[in-house]
């Protein structure tokens, strides 16, 4: 097993459980709350050591809300924390859709060779309407994993997947300016 660098647990500073949807209040107030009391301005007196671990604190808690109060960064925080995405991980998304993506990769590239405004608004509005098929997806099975503990284990390999198809999914919608020039 490849030892991995172990990152902090930002629920645990913040003292809110591991969730998908955190209560946004409670990690704004924890947030203010940690500003204030880890400041480096009210520690300057203080030895180098103690002034480097409020430092280090502050640093930690400004990571923390930005990841927490971030939903693109805190699903693959949640996914990593959890063990089920890392980093350099080779995901193999499934066939079937990979099968469906392959008909939008060729209209692409039809459309880099032969720009087509009205071929291009229509494979645009394809790609949104796979995106916003898999975040309603996304959105109910993170409703169930944020509510139920028992079952919550049991839907991270589908929130994974979804994860995976919505990286792929922003990589073709990177490449749609591309298509219409």
């Known amino acids: 097993m490849s030892e991995e660098k172990l990152q902090p647990n930002y629920f645990d500073f913040y003292e809110l459980p591991v969730q998908f949807n ?47 109060s ?10 990593e924390l959890k063990g089920v995405v890392s980093t350099d991980e080779g995901y193999q ?3 079937s859709f990979l099968m469906e993506m392959m008909d939008v990769n060729e209209a692409l590239m039809d459309l880099e060779l032969d720009p087509d405004a009205e071929r291009l608004a229509q494979v645009s509005l394809d790609v949104d309407e796979i995106e ?16 139920s503990p028992i079952v919550s284990e049991s839907l991270l390999p589908s929130i994974k997947d979804i994860f995976y198809r919505q990286k792929y999914i922003l990589r073709l919608r990177e490449r749609l300016p591309k298509a219409s020039l």
């Open 132 to 147: 916003v098929s898999l975040q309603d997806e996304l959105e109910k099975l993170i409703e169930q994993f944020d509510q």
């Open 70 to 79: 971030n939903p693109k960064k805190r699903l693959k925080y949640v996914l």
């Open 93 to 95: 998304l499934p066939q």
């Open 22 to 68: 955190p209560d946004q209040q409670a990690v704004k107030a924890k947030f203010y709350s940690f500003s204030k009391a880890y400041h480096p301005d009210f520690y300057a007196n203080e030895s180098d050591e103690k002034q480097l671990e409020v430092l280090d604190l502050s640093t930690l808690n400004n990571k923390a809300y930005q990841t927490l």
